[in-house]
Nanobody, 123 residues
Framework: QVQLVESGGGLVQPGGSLRLSCVAS????????IGWFRQAPGKERRGISC????????YYADSVKGRFAISRDNAKNTVYLQMNSLKPEDTAVYYC????????????????WGQGTQVTVSS
């Protein structure tokens, strides 16, 4: 079993930046592709980015492409999501999860989930 813990969320003004972290409890994180998902109030949870186990392949949804960057440090059992040029519509709870795969078209089925971290973009 893998336990994931997200951190780094908070309140930021439009145009600002945040970096989310997803830390795994075990040293096996490097076996897993990891996805970042978000859920805005009243909306479905959607995948926005993923990274394969080695970090050599990434995917971004159109809504975040060019503004967000996913990366991983397997030695630290951590996956990051750098979020720049934030917009009010980025407000959501952000989750990381292990996924069955990450391709250029998106991620596969999520397995282990973190508890989520709130991101609020508001002036």
């Amino acid at each position: 079993q893998v336990q994931l813990v997200e951190s780094g969320g908070g309140l930021v003004q439009p145009g600002g930046s945040l970096r989310l972290s997803c830390v795994a409890s075990s040293s096996t994180l490097d076996y897993y592709p990891i996805g970042w998902f978000r859920q805005a109030p009243g909306k479905e949870r959607r995948g926005i980015s993923c990274i394969n186990s080695s970090g050599s392949l990434t995917y971004y949804a159109d809504s975040v492409k060019g503004r967000f960057a996913i990366s991983r440090d397997n030695a630290k059992n951590t996956v990051y999501l750098q979020m720049n040029s934030l917009k009010p519509e980025d407000t959501a709870v952000y989750y990381c999860a292990t996924t069955s795969y990450c391709s250029g078209y998106g991620s596969g089925i999520a397995g282990y989930w973190g508890q989520g971290t709130q991101v609020t973009v508001s002036s």
